[in-house]
């Protein structure tokens, strides 16, 4: 029996936990543009790859020395795993350094950083696009 109310008491502690930290408004916020940005890297990675007809894409297009990565069309979905993780990390960090009176300001950082990262993640696809299909 002590298991158990050991198990039962974490679980509780736990639910207060996620409820604090998803409490605040900022918090929402943010989470529906991760979620947002992210649901649009993997729409815009879908359709670039259902719009390839060879086997190989330019992933990487340098000025000076023009295409250096070549790779199958497979490989542009590390780009909305990538977001993925980020957001995944950010939230991880959230829910063990955030203390109730600074919640809201470790919250901005955190993920303020995600939403720019997944940001540049998808006007990352923009140029890929564009040296695949012009």
Partial sequence: MPFLSVY?????????KVKSVFDPLCVKVYLGILLLFNFLIWLSVYYIANQVIQKLVVLHYNVD???NLVGNVGNMYT???VGLVIIAVNFFLLF???KNNDLRVVAHFLLATA???NFFLLISLVPIYFINFS
């Fill in 65 to 67: 020395f023009g295409a």
């Fill in 96 to 98: 063990f350094f955030a």
């Fill in 79 to 81: 780009i909305p795993i």
């Fill in 115 to 117: 939403v720019a990262a």
């Fill in 8 to 16: 039962i008491n974490f679980k509780e502690e736990l639910f207060k």
